[in-house]
């Protein structure tokens, strides 16, 4: 089993408001640790609207959602929190010691001082594809969202889903394969013939099926058979209204991801409306040493905007700071004048 890291302070969610936390508990010398289940930092603005404008953010007349969440990591770089991405917080226990035991689906394990969580609207996962009998090959053959070892994916790859992933998936399996007129080194099924990717990766994509490298095949998949061990081949149901059986080594799904507040409705917080009820004093929850701040909490007058994120990771880092040293006196200093700040700021 992996080592428990003993922290001072865990984030669960490395969106916009997990990423100023770390700022502001750096502020308070309070070294951080981020989990989040996406492979990149920025929640929603990243996973959901990149390239679209934020034109609230105070003194930022405009920046999209990437622009802000690369703003946020350059403006936290400094306190060199460690970021554990990929990986969804699936259980969080009391240890004797009153300290909290948090485990990861990765079997990564922490025992913290305390736990703020930054979970927005959930944990991003990938939907999943409901076809009976499918998900006992989840891991071995039937894939979610991979992004490498696409090579790897056996002699008869199909790939589901339209999007830039998958289409991107597709051109790398045929850039990994010696081409070979006869047999398509992929399929691609997606319901229609019209696909979202990106313009550039569609016409690729569709020159390789030209080339017979790929092939397209319009439909849904509604079955699947195996025999008796392996996957074998998958049942597609064509816009005709027939039925077609479709070999199958590997199924990589792509079909987007989607937020789930999953197991965090689990771990016996206050709830309300599933979010998490917090004094918004502190944004502590009603159990010791756990904070909620950003979407996923609630209070009389919440609003959920990124500027009242930030907000509420700024009062939680005092009340953090007073439990992770309860012997020093936890003093406002302005960042303008703070020696002391401008020390743990790097800009001495
Ligand atoms: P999120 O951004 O949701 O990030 C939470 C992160 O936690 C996610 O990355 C998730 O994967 C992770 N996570 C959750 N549970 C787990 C778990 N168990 N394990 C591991 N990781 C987990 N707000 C504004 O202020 N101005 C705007 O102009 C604006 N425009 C918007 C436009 C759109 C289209 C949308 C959808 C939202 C917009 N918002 C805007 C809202 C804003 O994006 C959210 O308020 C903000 O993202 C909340 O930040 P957060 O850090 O609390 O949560």
């Not at 080194?185 to 997606?190: F, G, I, M, Q």
Request: with cysteine.
């Amino acid at each position: 089993a992996a080592s428990i890291q003993e922290i001072d302070a865990l984030i669960i969610g490395a969106g916009p408001v997990g990423l100023f936390q770390v700022f502001q508990l750096g502020l308070h010398e309070i070294k951080t640790h981020v989990v989040d289940a996406l492979p990149y930092a920025g929640g929603q603005c990243m996973e959901l609207y990149p390239d679209k404008p934020i034109y609230d953010i105070p003194a930022l007349t405009v920046c999209t959602g990437r622009e802000l969440t690369e703003r946020l990591l350059q403006q936290i770089a400094p306190f060199a929190a460690t970021f554990h991405l990929n990986q969804l917080v699936k259980t969080v226990n009391r240890a004797p010691d009153g300290r909290l035991l948090v485990v990861t689906d990765k079997g990564q394990q922490f025992l913290t001082k305390t736990l703020l969580i930054a979970a927005g609207v959930g944990a991003f996962v990938p939907r999943k594809l409901v076809v009976e009998g499918l998900d006992r090959f989840e891991g071995s053959q039937v894939f979610y969202e991979p992004r490498d070892h696409l090579q790897q994916l056996g002699p008869h790859p199909v790939i589901l889903g339209d999007s830039e992933s998958a289409l991107r998936a597709a051109i790398a399996i045929c850039d990994a394969q010696a081409a070979s007129p006869n047999t398509p080194a992929v399929t691609v099924v997606h319901r229609r013939d019209s696909l979202s990717a990106e313009p550039e990766t569609v016409d690729t994509f569709r020159r390789l099926c030209h080339s017979g490298a790929a092939r397209f095949l319009a439909g849904q998949i509604t079955g699947m058979q195996d025999d008796g061990r392996l996957l074998s081949s998958l049942t597609i149901a064509l816009p005709d209204g027939t039925a077609s059986e479709l070999i199958c080594s590997t199924l990589a799904v792509y079909l987007g991801l989607s937020p789930k507040l999953g197991p965090i409705a689990e771990w016996g917080l206050d709830m309300d409306r599933r979010q998490v009820t917090v004094n918004p004093a502190t944004f502590a929850t009603r159990e010791p040493g756990i904070f909620a701040i950003g979407d996923v909490n609630t209070y009389p007058g919440k609003r959920k905007l990124i500027l009242c994120g930030f907000h509420e990771a700024t009062l939680a880092a005092f009340e953090v700071a007073q439990q992770v040293f309860p012997h020093k006196t936890v003093a406002l200093q302005y960042t303008t004048t703070s020696s002391k700040l401008h020390k743990v700021l790097g800009v001495l």
